[in-house]
């Protein structure tokens, strides 16, 4: 970011979006963002989040941790035993409540994808069912490339700039 504003860059950082472990970075700095607000950090309007799976992690454990998030080192123990074989069948334990993410979020589901159950449970679990806008598509674990599929998407996307006080130039 810093080295995009350095070749000139002017606007302001609106939104993020990420694809797969990606979206669980994009639902781990909003959350982080909500709730340990940090200086020098932009402010993000919202996030995009394209098969995505969670739990949010504690990206700083020195800015405190969410309420029923897990540390990376859990994730991490999961995502290993999957590379070895092992059924990634649940997310890792929480611990107590949930802390949910209140900023708004577009989640984009291929219907063929083989987590699409984790990837809706993430939006379910993890936000507030009041700003969270869902999509899903015909395609597996990818980023959506056909116009078909991206024209809906890159409207959400508009829309949801102009709803959190965008001026629909994004």
């Known amino acids: ?96 409540p949930v802390e949910v993410v209140r900023i708004p979020s577009i989640h984009v589901h291929g219907l063929l994808d083989p987590g699409l159950h984790f990837h809706r449970r993430l939006a379910a679990e993890w936000f507030d069912a009041r700003a969270v806008v869902c999509r899903e598509w015909a395609g597996g674990h990818r980023v959506p490339i056909k116009t078909g599929d991206v024209g809906p998407l890159v409207e959400e996307i508009l829309g949801m700039d102009a709803v959190t006080g965008g001026c629909g130039w994004v």
């Open 1 to 96: 970011m810093a080295a995009d504003d350095a070749r000139g860059a002017t606007g302001p950082w609106i939104a993020l979006l990420g694809f797969s472990q990606g979206a669980r970075i994009v639902a781990s700095v909003l959350l982080m963002q909500q709730t340990t607000p940090a200086r020098g950090w932009p402010v993000f309007r919202f996030g995009i989040l394209l098969a995505g799976r969670g739990p949010p992690v504690a990206l700083d454990p020195a800015r405190g941790v969410p309420r029923g998030v897990v540390g990376a080192a859990a994730v991490g123990a999961m995502m290993a035993a999957a590379a070895a074989g092992a059924a990634m069948t649940e997310s890792p334990p929480r611990c107590g």
